[in-house]
């Protein structure tokens, strides 16, 4: 090892105690296990002692991952939609297809519940691709040609044969490639960055758009876009949300919309929540913005056919409540 290198080591403790925690040796390990895990996913301190809510916060998690390996085959899963809008134009550009889980028990189930679960049990891969699939062919039925945008995860990257599904799904749907647009984080392409290339390559052989999620965390950085062809970076919603008090990430984004203008690639801004925030995202020369501003995620169908043709925050009017609510889940 280098005489110079600086090396900094972090660690997290999970704590059980006997007899209150567990009665043997392999319980208390277990116990201390889950406090551990606790302790790795929570910001500050990474000291965590065991508490009973564990256990039946993992019963209720195994118990989620089973019903959703049945959840594909029982068609219990929708997509939503959420409005893209054009800044220059202020009507809407395209829509993000969102999965979620109407289970027949539980109702809608968050999100966050149970979209890393199949990620962390490899169904992601047929899950991912039922996205794909659906997207497309509810896209092909709207009465405008407007861009929809399917997440695309690591998994899936590392598959050989996604182009040739997206190829086939685009020939099996009608849905035009122009059309549709997968977004892919850099943190997806961090640990295979050739084979990634050849597969985005590939995929933008097809004519379909490539955009660079969640830019401005991780792994993401200029060097990347440097190294891949994407067409459209989407600026992660973090920043967008103190953007009116935080000047650096003012400048993350003016930087950001610099740079993509001079190498032909568009910015959008998610997670727009403010008037105020679409007023300086505008300013700065972002060239579309998505968030609740412009309407929550909702199956295509409740977006009012007024929603769908305009957002109604033109460039030189105020924003009426009524325009923003006509996107709104019905």
Known sequence: MQSDRSLSVGGSLGISLFPQDAGTADDMIAAADLAMYRAKHTHGDNICCYDPSMDEQRRARRALAVDLRDALEHEEFVLYYQPQLDTRTGEISGFEALLRWRHPRRGMVS????????????????????????????????????????????????????????????????????????????????????????????????????????????????????????????????????????????????????LARSIGVSVLAEGVESEEHYDLLMKEGCSEVQGFLFGRPAPYSKLSSRGRKHAGIPRAAPTSPANVVSLKRG
């Open 111 to 258: 999100p966050v519940e149970f979209i890393p679960i199949p990620e962390e049990t490899g169904l992601i891969l047929p899950v991912g691709e039922w996205v794909l699939k659906r997207a497309c062919a509810e896209a092909v039925a709207w009465e405008h040609p407007y861009r929809l945008a399917v997440n695309i995860a690591a998994a899936q990257l590392t598959q050989t044969n996604l182009a040739q599904t997206v190829h086939e799904t685009l020939l099996q749907t009608g849905l035009a490639p122009d059309r549709l647009e997968l977004e892919i984080t850099v943190a997806s392409l961090i640990e295979d960055m050739p084979g990634g290339l050849k597969v985005i390559r590939k995929l933008k052989a097809l004519g379909v758009g490539i955009v660079m999620d969640d830019y401005g965390t991780g792994y993401s950085s200029l060097a990347t876009l440097q190294q891949f062809p994407f067409d459209k970076i989407k600026i992660d919603r973090s920043f967008a949300g103190d953007l009116s008090t935080n000047k650096v990430s003012q400048a993350i984004i003016k930087a950001s919309v610099l």
